[in-house]
Nanobody, 128 residues
Framework: QVQFVESGGGLVQPGGSLRLSCLAP????????IGWFRQGPGKEREAVSC????????TSTDSVKDRFTISRDNAKNTVYLQMNSLKPEDTAVYYC?????????????????????WGQGTQVTVSS
């Protein structure tokens, strides 16, 4: 059974940076839109960013625009989330997943129910 593997989380001070990685053992990411989601303590899961196959166009939620960058390296079969200028409200477990119905990100917010192969997530804690 396919399950993505997220890594790169940790404890960081406000204003710091982290780069998350999403690996997909046994699954080829190329051809699918890939999304990053997060779930903070006591909060519902929310979409963070999405990257399309092909031209690599991206979408991001307003709260992370200009701070987070999603990218993909198809040769390494990996998707990244570069997070800069981190804030305490970014504290969450971050997940990646594949949209098996779309190769391109939809306009607006990615819909979690369209995504599959969720990993265990990686914890990001932003605190001084």
């Amino acid at each position: 059974q396919v399950q993505f593997v997220e890594s790169g989380g940790g404890l960081v001070q406000p204003g710091g940076s982290l780069r998350l990685s999403c690996l997909a053992p046994g699954f080829t990411l190329d051809g699918y839109a890939i999304g990053w989601f997060r779930q903070g303590p006591g909060k519902e899961r929310e979409a963070v960013s999405c990257i399309s196959s092909g031209d690599g166009s991206t979408t991001s939620t307003d709260s992370v625009k200009d701070r987070f960058t999603i990218s993909r390296d198809n040769a390494k079969n990996t998707v990244y989330l570069q997070m800069n200028s981190l804030k305490p409200e970014d504290t969450a477990v971050y997940y990646c997943a594949a949209n098996l119905m779309r190769s391109r990100c939809r306009e607006g917010r990615p819909l979690a129910h369209e995504y599959a192969y969720w990993g265990q997530g990686t914890q990001v804690t932003v605190s001084s």
